[in-house]
């Protein structure tokens, strides 16, 4: 079993940057896909960013592509979500989800077995 612990957001105004940080306890944290997905008020909650269990590979939505970045250190657990350029539209509660089963990554948040218990992204314009 894992459990998720989302940190590092807040309110920042458009253009801003913020890094949020998701450590996992357990010893078998490499042998999970690590997945950000955020849910707005009122919306569906849907994927944000994946990354690989060697780190190797990152995947992102179209919306945040070359402003988000999405790193691991499995040596400390931790998967990193690096936002740049933040927009209003990215006002949102961001979740990172654990996945033991998909090859590379997955979108579909159902496959995530493990939930952290999210963090607040506000962005002003």
């Known amino acids: 079993q894992v459990q998720l612990v989302e940190s590092g957001g807040g309110l920042v105004q458009a253009g801003g940057s913020l890094r949020l940080s998701c450590v996992a306890s357990g010893r078998t944290f490499r042998n999970y896909v690590i997945g950000w997905f955020r849910q707005a008020p009122g919306k569906e909650r849907e994927f944000v960013a994946a990354?690989?269990?060697?780190?190797?590979?990152?995947y992102f939505v179209d919306s945040v592509k070359g402003r988000f970045t999405i790193s691991r250190d499995n040596a400390k657990n931790t998967v990193y979500l690096r936002m740049n350029s933040l927009k209003p539209e990215d006002t949102a509660v961001y979740y990172c989800a654990a996945d033991a089963r998909s090859g590379t990554y997955s979108d579909q948040k159902e496959l995530y077995d493990y939930w952290g218990q999210g963090t607040r992204v506000t962005v002003s314009s």
């Open positions: 990354i690989s269990r060697s780190g190797a590979t990152g």
